[in-house]
């Protein structure tokens, strides 16, 4: 009996103590509606990692993942505000802006696109010139392959060659024609389609638009610019946990993996580290830290478009995408 | 604590101290040796593999160089780069530069493929593997560098290849020094990696891999697949070789197993070299060491702490039985000895306590000897004491009917015969009465002497001055016109057989009254001293002022029969004081006299 009372009142003297204790002004952290471009995968591993590592709470940030899909409209959903950041696209960026929605980058997650031409290894298909004559599956669907449409007409106004000259069908996700050969080149992601072709033992000819110029990004980080003049420290805490989550995703992408299947519709390891390891190299460049971007990059890809007539009139591309976070993050320093 | 286990420790201590003082320095300077070893071996493997990336390098850089500089080489790529038409100069210029120039180069096996880019847009126009012509690299940092030196393009991700790649370039200039084009060659990384990962010696731990700036693994460490260029490392070691630094340190590896690792900047490829190899491999000697020498140490210690028992067995053992040999001697078996061969101080204590032993018995045989003469001589003592008095009683007893008769018949002369017997006969008559009378006197005086030292004694506590009292009644009743003055001391107390003491007080009180008798005042004294004799003892005394003694004759004056003085003058048959003797003996005391001539006498005597 008397035990418990002294082990009672000790504790209530360590919860005296504790209450009694200065406490840290501590805020209630911020809420972060974080909108992805797809289903979760392991596309998004980095940002996983960031919130298991806890660098977002490090941050005071309370991280909320939003899952895209096919209806959902992205650009819409952080215009709007019904999320503060989201994952897509430069094109999007650069649509979206000339419509007159204040959509900006800060980041750019896959600096190199997933993009991929691919050919039967016997069809003889081993570079764009090679096109001419055959069928190619690039037609958008109207959908978010715009991509696929886009860097394919880069690519032979780049090489001089003419389209016309080239038999044109709608994309096909599930590559049924390609298969059967009734279309002789494809696109698909390096992360998604290709890693399927590969599981079925098939042997290709890869053909990477940046091999002919065409240099574009891919999953890019946005937000508002209302967001980016009201709260920058927000934007800067949110893109330093981000960015730390995606080093340490390609750190380590078995771990990555780990953390992926936590959140992944498809809980396929197997699936999610060849994804993860088609990824990697379009992260991590070997050039640049992390998220960096490059102001000819960014020019390149508004002249691609602009070409293409895909922008409706021409506007400053530099206020599509913002260095400053970059910058203040990694103190100026590229490498 | 006992003599034994202290022993024991003091000589374990004694072991112990300097063997872990000697082992602890023979371990440290042992240790530093060897880690010593292991660290120089480290950096020396460091130094070499990276002097042999150096050399690698170098040659095919020279080799790709060399290509560069070829006339014919830079006429060919002169009209890759001035014809974007594709006509039969164009194909021809590029038909000799692969067979004739790049294709021979690539039997070295130096690289895996080589190629020229054209200088306005990295297109390039010739390669080995055909399937990269066309293809544009101008954002290639082998293409915008390799313009205007030779670059080496450190390990990095080919998409293209699929696998980590280096790359060289080298300007193509003509005669004036305008660029005709850029050539450029991936090495074989086997080759690299053959260089790193090969192995000096038979360590299984032994690892040495590259690392980028990125923190990546450029070359596949031993125990790690498809990390190159897949994986981070962020150990101490690639930080410290990162951040510029040449060194050594104690950390733990990229599986987080304690390594020592030797890390080294390559500024010449933006890298640094790790070599490392587990702790607990390269401190296996140490611990071996160390065991050895823990062996030891604990081998001398073990001996040390037997020897220790062994010595204090043989010191204490014999004390063991030094005491309990004395424990039985003690008890009183004066057979026992300790008995000891051992020639040390403890042996000698030893035997002389058996002769201590030896001689003890002696005294103790000699005592019983004697004590048991005494008791013979006691008992025949007593017996010829017994008939002794057996003989004077019976003797006394029959001498008195003949002086009866002497005296009956001696009176009955006087009475019958009294007018026939002169004056003279009558006289003589008269004095064979006397005579008679006193020898039957005597006959009594001796009888009752006997009786005293025979008869049974009744110890009792016994008022004397209340005894003493009495008899002086009795002798003023006898002889009511003598005038003596009694101081006589009240409450003294003695312990003693009544009847016994009454004799010995009536023959002192007796004899006062009878030696006072000559003078025409007396004073007779009864009382207790103390002082004088030495014990504490009461000592009774009665004292007179009567006829006294000569002190030289004291010695006389207790035995029988002797008399100081004339029975005319004063009489009595000389047993009294010898009766008294024997009774104060009897009951234990003492009794002596002290006097002088015509100043009286003083008896004095103890009881127990």
């Known amino acids: 009996m008397r035990t418990i009372t002294r082990i009672f009142s000790i504790l209530l003297l360590v919860i005296a103590v504790v209450a009694c204790e200065p406490q840290q002004v501590k805020r209630a952290p911020e809420e972060v509606k974080l909108q992805l471009k797809w289903l979760h995968q392991a596309q998004f591993a980095g940002f996983y990692v960031a919130q298991e590592n806890g660098y977002y709470a490090k941050e005071n940030i309370k991280v909320t993942f939003l899952e895209g899909g096919q209806d959902i409209d992205i650009v819409q959903r952080v215009v709007s505000g019904q999320a503060d950041f989201g994952v897509l696209t430069p094109e999007f960026i650069f649509a979206a802006r000339n419509q007159g929605a204040p959509l900006t980058a800060i980041a750019a997650i896959y600096r190199r696109s997933a993009v991929v031409f691919v050919a039967m290894a016997k069809s003889g298909i081993v570079r764009p010139s090679d096109f001419i004559g055959k069928t190619v599956a690039t037609r958008d669907l109207g959908g978010s392959q715009k991509d696929f449409e886009l860097q394919f007409h880069a690519m032979m106004k780049r090489l001089g060659l003419v389209p016309s000259k080239i038999k044109t069908v709608p994309f096909d996700p599930a590559y049924t024609a390609f298969y059967n050969g009734k279309v002789e080149v494809t696109p698909c992601y390096s992360t998604g389609g290709l890693i399927k072709m590969r599981q079925k033992g098939l042997k290709l000819n890869l053909i990477w638009p940046s091999d002919y110029g065409i240099h574009f990004y891919s999953d890019s980080l946005a937000t508002t610019d209302r967001l980016i003049s009201e709260k920058p420290d927000l934007v800067t805490r949110f893109l330093r946990a981000t960015l730390r989550g995606w080093q340490d995703a390609i750190e380590d992408y078995r771990q990555a993996v780990t953390v992926t299947l936590k959140y992944a519709q498809v809980a396929d390891p197997e699936l999610q580290t060849a994804m993860m390891e088609a990824m990697l190299p379009l992260v991590h460049t070997g050039e640049n830290r992390v998220g960096w971007m490059k102001r000819e990059v960014w020019q390149g890809m508004y002249q691609i478009l602009l070409e293409q007539k895909l922008l409706a009139k021409p506007f400053d591309v530099n206020e599509a995408y913002t260095l400053r976070f970059l910058n203040e993050i990694y103190g100026g320093k590229a490498k | ?608």
Not at chain 2, 41 to 60: M, Y
Not at chain 2, 120 to 145: M, V
Not at chain 2, 481 to 504: M, N, Y
């Open chain 2, 1 to 608: 604590m006992k003599l034994a286990p202290k022993l024991t420790i003091l000589f374990l201590l004694l072991a112990i101290v300097p063997t872990a003082i000697i082992g602890y320095l023979a371990y440290e300077n042992g240790s530093r040796t060897i880690v010593q070893e292991t660290i120089d071996h480290l950096v020396s493997i460091n130094i070499f593999k990276s002097n042999e990336v150096k050399r690698w390098i170098k040659e095919d850089e020279r080799s790709i160089e060399e290509l560069a500089q070829r006339p014919l080489v830079k006429e060919f790529a002169a009209v890759l780069a001035k014809h974007d038409n594709f006509d039969s100069a164009y194909h021809k210029a590029k038909g000799s530069l692969i067979e004739d120039h790049l294709n021979p180069r690539l039997k070295y096996g130096l690289v895996l493929e080589l190629f020229v880019m054209c200088p306005r847009h990295g297109l390039i126009s010739a390669s080995t593997n055909e399937k990269q012509e066309g293809k544009y690299r101008d954002t290639y940092p082998y293409f915008s560098e390799g313009k205007s030196r030779t670059y080496i393009q450190g390990i990095y991700y080919s998409s293209v290849l699929e696998q980590p790649a280096m790359t060289i370039s080298t300007p193509i200039k003509d005669k004036q020094g305008n660029l005709m084009g850029v050539m450029a060659g991936h090495l074989d990384l086997g080759e690299l990696s053959k260089i790193i990962a090969l192995q000096s010696g038979k360590s299984p731990t032994e690892d040495t891999y590259l690392v980028n700036t990125f923190n990546f693994f450029v070359t596949e460490p031993r125990f790690g697949q498809g990390y190159a260029l897949k994986k981070a490392v962020r150990t101490e070691g690639v930080e410290a070789g990162l951040s510029g630094k040449d060194g050594v340190g104690f950390y733990k590896d990229y599986r987080g197993v304690p390594v020592i690792g030797a890390y080294k900047w390559l500024p010449d490829f933006n890298m640094c070299i790790i070599t490392e190899i587990d702790q607990a491999e390269a401190f296996a000697p140490v611990v071996g060491l160390a065991r050895v020498i823990t062996g030891i140490a604990s081998a001398i210690s073990i001996l040390a702490g037997l020897l220790g028992f062994f010595f204090a067995r043989t010191i204490t053992r014999p004390v063991q039985q030094l005491a309990a040999g004395a424990e039985k001697i003690g008890g009183g078996n004066l057979e026992h000895r300790v008995g000891t061969e051992s020639k040390d101080e403890i042996g000698g204590l030893s035997r002389a306590f058996d002769r201590m032993t030896e001689s003890l018995k002696a005294t103790m045989v000699s005592r019983d000897e004697l004590e048991q003469r005494v008791r013979d001589r006691t008992a025949q003592l007593e017996a010829a004491n017994k008939e002794l008095e057996a003989f004077s009683y019976s003797v006394s007893h029959d001498l008195r009917a003949p002086l009866r008769s002497i005296d009956g018949f001696s009176q009955a002369l006087l009475e019958d015969y009294f007018d026939k017997i002169d004056e003279q006969g009558k006289d003589y008559l008269h004095r064979v009465r006397a005579a008679s009378q006193r020898m039957a006197q005597l006959i009594d005086d001796v009888l009752n002497l006997s009786r005293v030292t025979r008869s049974e004694m009744r110890f009792e506590k016994i008022d004397l001055g209340t005894l003493v009292s009495k008899i002086r009644k009795e002798l003023q009743e006898r002889q009511p016109d003598r005038k003596v003055e009694f101081a006589i001391s009240s409450g003294l107390v003695g312990r003693g057989d009544a009847r016994l003491l009454r004799i010995v007080l009536e023959n002192l009180l007796g004899n006062a009254w009878k030696f006072t008798g000559k003078h025409p005042l007396a004073k007779i004294e009864f009382g207790v001293t103390h002082v004088g004799h030495g014990h504490d003892k009461p000592v009774f005394y009665v004292r007179d002022d009567g006829a006294g003694f000569d002190m030289a004759y004291v010695d006389k004056l207790f035995v029988p029969f002797q008399r100081l003085h004339a029975s005319a003058e004063f009489p009595g048959t000389g047993i009294g004081l010898a009766t008294v003797q024997r009774i104060i003996h009897r009951h234990g005391g003492r009794v002596w006299a002290e006097g002088e001539v015509e100043k009286g006498a003083t008896f004095y005597f103890t009881l127990p």
